[in-house]
């Protein structure tokens, strides 16, 4: 019984240092990884920035269920070549599409974006995000529409999903 307990304490006393020991980032990653993340730090003195025209974009009154879309428009004021890696947005009904090509300093480019309105009366809000090569990281404009001949309204819907 000794022995029994002898050997499950010699056991536990193993498992808990080795459980214990700190992982270094070299441990997790290759010297490369390191370096290569290391070189994706921006210096905001050379970042490119990017200046929108306009921070939301307004389709006005928008007929439920329509499709209407629009071009919102950039420049590179910064000091190196401006890079769109991914747009996304708050809600499958907006479809951003970004320059997949790099954006010199200087030249104004455009994100198309798309917007299908949905079923729900009322003012509608989307937030488009932009993942760059800015000090930032990120960039974000708005699109709102005020959806019109629904057969729910906005506020009613809210209501129904608990909101």
Do not use: R
Request: glycine content about 6%.
């Amino acid at each position: 019984m000794k022995t029994k307990l002898f050997i499950l304490g010699a056991v536990a006393l193993v498992m808990s240092t080795t459980a214990c020991k700190e992982e270094k980032a070299t441990d997790l990653y290759s010297e490369q990884e390191i370096a290569e993340q290391a070189s994706n730090v921006v210096d905001p003195a050379t970042a490119p920035v990017m200046a929108l025209t306009e921070a939301t974009h307004d389709f006005g009154d928008v007929k439920a269920n329509e499709k209407v879309q629009a071009y919102v428009k950039f420049t590179n004021n910064g000091k190196s070549p401006l890079i769109i890696q991914d747009a996304s947005a708050t809600c499958g009904c907006t479809v951003p599409e970004f320059p997949k090509t790099p954006i010199a300093v200087g030249a104004t480019d455009s994100i198309k974006v798309e917007y299908t309105a949905g079923n729900m009366n009322g003012k509608q809000q989307k937030t488009v995000t932009l993942v760059t090569n800015t000090a930032n990281g990120t960039e974000q404009f708005n699109i709102s529409a005020n959806v019109v001949g629904a057969s729910e309204p906005a506020q009613n819907a809210q209501q129904a999903f608990g909101q």
